[in-house]
């Protein structure tokens, strides 16, 4: 349907539909919208008052201000807009390993269901690829959920490839960017913690309220098929790593794994970023519902 | 050539193991070109915790490759194998011999035969020392069994034989011994039979008789034949041997088609034979011999023959002068069908019990028994030389030739015909001035008469001996007056021509070629030959060997003193080769095991 991955049942969307982007700040949006904005506006929600100035509209008049101060001051509201919701995925050489574990796929579906909870609550939704070939959409916002098609299609024949440095390459998204908004970063934070830390402290100087969202294959972090002599190779970098591989050298691969991705969700903790870990071996239905909370998505 | 290793072992070619430089040659080669396994990863960064191998580089400190050690290893087995490792052991052969021939069916006080209480005898005197114990029975003929390792193996193996009709044959058996004895590779021989064996004692031969020497009655020859041509009753013949320590009165019973026929008997003396004559036999196919009182050795008390093959003879005469045929019907018993040569067709042949071919030979080798009066010359099938005269002179015959029997040929007064030249295959029998006049030979089963005079036109009364001579040929030729029972177990026969098919007494069947030897006449009874169709002729088969059936006195198996020889142990070589081979093939499948569960996709 639409051209979405089979994760995207008729139940699951309309679970989806319940859904809602929740942010710790209010931005600016682009036009109306659910989400309370910064700006003065019509909504119900109050924020100041000001003194009367010629040519106001009276109905903002606080007239029991006036009776008690014997001045004219007129109530400001805040504005409703729509939310700026951008969607990065890591379409790194990393993601494509390994194979089995399919960990492009989980990201694609990750990012489909968020700019799906995005577009059908009015928000505008950017979809950048970090890496990657093929299936690069466009810069532009897309608005309305009928193009969540459209994105599904893009993002169809996206394939891993490439080595990211998440730290530049955010960078570089970000000149790019001139509205703060919600931000989805999609990885497998494969990297030296150091470079995650300022990826993501990047986004959290520039305003955004981050969810970063890690997704890891079953086979990775258990080590399946690692064992005795073999030389691991980056498939990014290239770089090469001699290793025996015993019973216990595996369970230390996984013990770092494991403390790699508790340093990244400490941080996250710390910079006030929401986290949440997929390991492509779990029902990506029920996780993701379940963990629609940790990402900042409400009912 | 052997270069001892250290005791008890050895290599058959110790130089192979120069080729021991090539598993460092192949370490060294390890250590520098080593490549690892390479496994694609997303990160090496949860990899560089672990120890990185250091041994990238030639110097580095190796690591545990089990699947290189098992390469290595089974290099070495490789190289160890080439050199033909072997084990030195002592051999502790023990030699069993068995008799299984007929005497060992006779039965002991126990109730049980030799034979049985033979093999039960056997499991103790083998002993536990010996590591190899070679079998050999000595009926139908001295033959090796089997090699067996155990005792247990043994007994196995005496479980499916028993003991056969056909007598022993001493002679084979001390060959047997001989070869033995020659070979020096025993620890001893045991010999286990109703027969003692003398030998010299250093020879290592430890005789096992079974059963004490028993009182015994036996037949020792049936014979059926019809004497005169057209005779419809025969003449059978027995001959009863005691074999006791007292006079006995012998009786034998003989059915004819499984009809009683008649009864005969007499006192026998001890060690003595008799011959008991039954002389008007109706006619029949199989003929049975019971001797009463029966004993304890129950196979010499029957014997079998069979009725003569024709009662009246059916000749088929060829001749281009059909009238000197007339003078054979005059003949009782003797039927002709007369035809020329042009007309003659091999197919006539199996109508007829024997063919004349007078002044002609058949246009094939005929497959019938056959007289030849005065031939051809230069014909194809029998190649006949020939010498025509005109007056014949008889100078040689001989006085006991069934051809000759009762012919005064003094008296033969022969005018024209043809001395033989030599022959190729025909014997004379009769024998002129220039030549032979009669030759007699037998191919592919059928007997075949050439005589270079004509008979015939003499048959009758007034050339008396010219008529014996004639009879006398064509009884030959009928096989009247054969002894029907001439078989004996054990004895091979030649398969005559046309016969496919042998039915046992046992009901067996064998296959057989015509001209070749048949050995499976180790049971005593009927033997039914068939050929091509319904044809089929009985052969009776008997053990009618009175050595065999004497059970009193037994002569002992001697074995001569120039057969003594000095016992040396013999150290065999057991190979280790197979042993390393099945050794690679394991860590072989060791190591594609190992390979398969690194192959293993990450």
Redesign the interface.
């Known amino acids: 349907m639409l051209g979405l991955p089979e994760q995207f049942t008729p139940d699951f969307i309309a679970r989806l539909e319940q859904l809602r982007i929740k942010t710790r700040r209010e931005y600016a949006g682009l036009g109306k919208g659910s989400h309370l904005s910064p700006r003065r506006g019509s909504s119900l929600e109050f924020t100041d008052f000001r003194p009367y100035a010629l040519g106001d509209d009276f109905r903002y008049i606080d007239w029991g201000l006036y009776g008690r101060t014997d001045k004219l001051y007129i109530k400001l509201f805040k504005e409703e807009e729509d939310l700026l919701t951008y969607i990065f995925i890591d379409a790194s050489g990393s993601m494509g390993f390994p194979a089995i574990d399919s960990k492009l796929e989980a990201a694609r579906a990750f990012a489909l269901a968020v700019a799906y909870v995005a577009l059908a609550a009015g928000d505008r939704v950017m979809v950048r690829v970090l890496g990657g070939k093929n299936g690069m959409p466009g810069s532009a916002f897309v608005y309305g959920r009928h193009r969540i098609g459209e994105l599904a299609h893009q993002l169809s024949s996206l394939t891993p490839s490439g080595e990211v440095d998440l730290a530049p390459a955010l960078a570089r998204e970000l000149v790019s960017i001139r509205r703060a908004g919600k931000v989805f970063l999609i990885s497998d934070f494969l990297a030296m913690i150091s470079s995650v830390e300022r990826a993501l402290g990047l986004f959290t100087a520039a305003n955004m309220d981050v969810s970063a969202v890690q997704i890891l294959g079953a086979t990775e972090l258990e080590g399946h098929g690692l064992q005795g002599d073999v030389e691991v190779v980056d498939s990014e970098s290239g770089e090469r790593l001699r290793v025996v591989l015993g019973p216990r050298e595996r369970e230390r691969y996984r013990q770092t794994l494991s403390r790699l991705s508790d340093e990244i969700r400490n941080f996250c903790l710390r910079a006030g970023l929401r986290y949440v870990l997929y390991k492509t071996n779990q029902d990506f239905h029920a996780f993701f519902l379940n963990a629609a909370t940790e990402l900042g998505l409400v009912h | 050539m052997i270069d001892a290793w250290f005791t008890g072992f050895g290599l058959l070619y110790p130089s192979a193991l120069y080729l021991f430089v090539i598993p460092p040659l192949l370490v060294i080669a390890y250590l520098v070109r080593e ?19 250091r ?2 580089r030639f110097g580095g400190r190796p ?4 699947t290189f050690l098992v390469e290595l290893l089974i290099l070495c087995l490789a190289v160890l194998a080439l050199a033909a490792p072997y084990r030195l052991r002592n051999r502790n052969l023990t030699t069993l011999i068995i008799d299984n021939s007929a005497a060992m069916q006779a039965r002991i006080s126990s109730g049980q035969s030799r034979f049985a209480a033979a093999r039960q005898q056997v499991a103790e005197a083998i002993g536990s020392n010996a590591n190899e114990i070679e079998v050999y029975v000595t009926s139908p003929e001295p033959h090796r069994i089997g090699t067996f390792t155990s005792t247990g193996e043994v007994m196995a193996a005496l479980g499916h034989v028993s003991a056969t009709d056909a007598p022993d044959d001493p002679v084979a058996i001390a060959g047997l011994f001989s070869e033995l004895l020659g070979k020096r590779q025993f620890q001893k021989i045991l010999f286990v039979s109703y027969r003692p064996v003398t030998v010299p004692s250093s020879a290592g031969v430890q005789s096992i008789v079974v059963g004490a020497p028993i009182s015994n009655y036996a037949i020792g020859s049936f014979v059926v034949t019809r004497e005169t041509l057209g005779a419809g009753e025969v003449h059978g013949r027995v001959t009863v041997a005691n074999f006791s320590r007292s006079p006995r009165q012998l009786d034998v019973i003989i059915t004819a088609d499984g009809k009683l026929a008649g009864r005969a008997g007499g006192q026998v003396a001890p060690g003595r034979t008799a011959v008991l004559d039954f002389p008007n036999l109706i006619g029949a196919k199989v003929y049975k011999a019971q001797l009463e009182p029966t004993d304890s050795f129950a196979l010499d008390n029957v014997a079998y023959a069979t009725g003569p093959a024709i009662s009246s003879v059916s000749i088929l005469f060829v001749s281009p002068t059909p009238a000197d045929g007339a003078t054979l019907r005059s003949i009782p018993g003797v039927a002709v069908t007369t035809i020329s040569p042009a007309d003659y067709v091999p197919t006539q042949l199996p109508l007829a019990d024997l063919a004349i071919f007078e002044y002609a030979v058949p246009k094939q080798f005929p497959d019938l028994s056959s007289l030849l009066i005065l031939p051809p010359a230069g014909d194809p099938i029998f190649h006949f030389l020939l010498r025509p005269a005109s007056d014949l002179q008889i100078t040689a015959w001989p006085q006991t030739d069934p051809l000759t029997a009762g012919v005064n040929f003094r008296l033969l007064n022969l005018r024209q015909g043809a001395y033989f030249g030599l022959h190729s295959w025909m014997r004379p029998v009769v024998g002129g001035s220039q030549g032979a006049l009669i030759l007699t030979g037998e191919r592919q089963g059928h007997r075949f008469v050439a005589t270079g005079f004509n008979p015939l036109p003499y048959l009758g009364r007034k050339n008396l001996p010219m008529s014996i001579l004639t009879l006398n040929l064509l009884s030959y030729l009928a096989a009247l007056g054969e002894q029907a029972t001439s078989f004996r177990t054990g004895e091979r026969w030649i398969i005559p021509a046309g016969v496919k098919e042998v039915v046992l007494p046992t009901g067996g069947r064998e296959a057989v070629q015509p001209s070749q030897p048949f050995s499976s006449t180790y049971t005593q009874g009927i033997y039914t030959l068939i050929g091509s169709g319904s044809a089929s002729v009985l052969r009776a088969v008997n053990l009618a060997s009175l050595p065999t059936s004497d059970l009193e006195d037994v002569a002992p198996l001697r074995i001569e003193p120039a057969l003594e020889v000095s016992r040396s142990r013999e150290i065999v070589t057991i190979s280790l080769t197979p042993h390393l081979l099945g050794a690679i093939m394991t860590l072989l499948a060791l190591e594609a095991l190992l390979v398969y ?2 192959s ?3």
């Open positions: 490549r690892p396994r390479q496994i694609v990863v997303s990160s090496v960064i949860a990899f560089r915790a672990l120890q990185v191998v041994g990238k690591h545990l490759n089990i569960r690194r293993e996709r990450y």
